[in-house]
């Protein structure tokens, strides 16, 4: 069974910094293409970023230069550090793995909350 468990969210204000971790079982991490995703209030999700090793990563326009995403294929864990932050980061944060179409491949997890606000 495939679990996703992401952590790491919270309130911080504009300007400031999160790290976001998620951990993942049942699939074999090492060779899985993972990325993160969000989702804002009423609006659909987005995937930010992706990896398949450290030196293969992508991100959407909206994040290049301020999110890093990288990964440890010894703990099955997936982490998006986020630096300054904007009001429009707010968002539900989810990893996954990703299919070559851009969707997750599996169940969602809980997902862990970002709000960034003054």
């Known amino acids: 069974q495939v679990q996703l468990v992401e952590s790491g969210g919270g309130l911080v204000q504009p300007g400031g910094s999160l790290r976001l971790s998620c951990v993942a079982s049942g699939i074999i991490f090492s060779v899985s293409r993972m990325g993160w995703y969000r989702q804002a209030p009423g609006k659909e999700r987005e995937l930010v970023a992706t990896?398949?090793?450290?030196?293969?990563?992508n991100y959407v326009d909206s994040v290049k230069g301020r999110f890093i995403i990288s990964r440890d294929n010894a703990k099955n864990t997936v982490y998006l550090q986020m630096n300054t932050l904007k009001p429009e980061d707010t968002a539900v944060y989810y990893c996954n793995a990703v299919h070559s179409s851009g969707v997750g491949l599996y169940n969602w997890g809980q997902g862990t909350q970002v709000t960034v606000s003054s």
């Open positions: 990896i398949i090793s450290d030196s293969v990563t």
